[in-house]
């Protein structure tokens, strides 16, 4: 599985923002597909997760009632609008997968095996 990432920007604090990322490779797409964000000097953290077939979605608490999840089946990609960003919603913002056959949503970037590359949203205050 190909997981490409686009999106990223500069955002004013208050804004809006969607970032985007496309999967390929596969006849079947991933059942679990997530969003994990990086700080400089923090550790990677889990954004958000969605469920390919029953669109089940989860959230940290840090963006939860401002970021949504959703995907497009059709189109194999998998969407987070961010709302009322903050200037510490700013990271390297990267899309991932967990294997194909699993169906239970991960927390834990160990538990994502496919890794888009970064794209970069940064908030100005």
């Known amino acids: 599985v190909q997981l490409q990432a686009s999106g990223g920007g500069l955002v004013q604090t208050g804004g809006s923002h969607r970032l985007s990322c496309a999967a390929s490779g596969r006849t079947s797409s991933p059942n679990v597909m997530g969003w994990f964000r990086q700080a400089p000097g923090k550790e990677r953290e889990f954004v958000a997760a969605?469920?390919?077939?029953?669109?089940?979605?989860y959230y940290a608490d840090s963006v939860k009632g401002r970021f949504t999840i959703s995907r497009d089946n059709a189109k194999n990609t998998v969407y987070l609008q961010m709302n009322s960003l903050k200037p510490e919603d700013t990271a390297v913002y990267y899309c991932?997968?967990?294997?194909?056959?699993?169906?239970?949503?991960?927390?834990?970037?160990?538990?994502?095996?496919?890794w888009s590359q970064g794209t970069q949203v940064t908030v100005s205050s």
């Open positions: 991932a997968a967990r294997p194909t056959a699993v169906t239970v949503v991960g927390y834990s970037r160990t538990q994502y095996k496919y």
């Open positions: 969605i469920t390919w077939s029953g669109g089940s979605t």
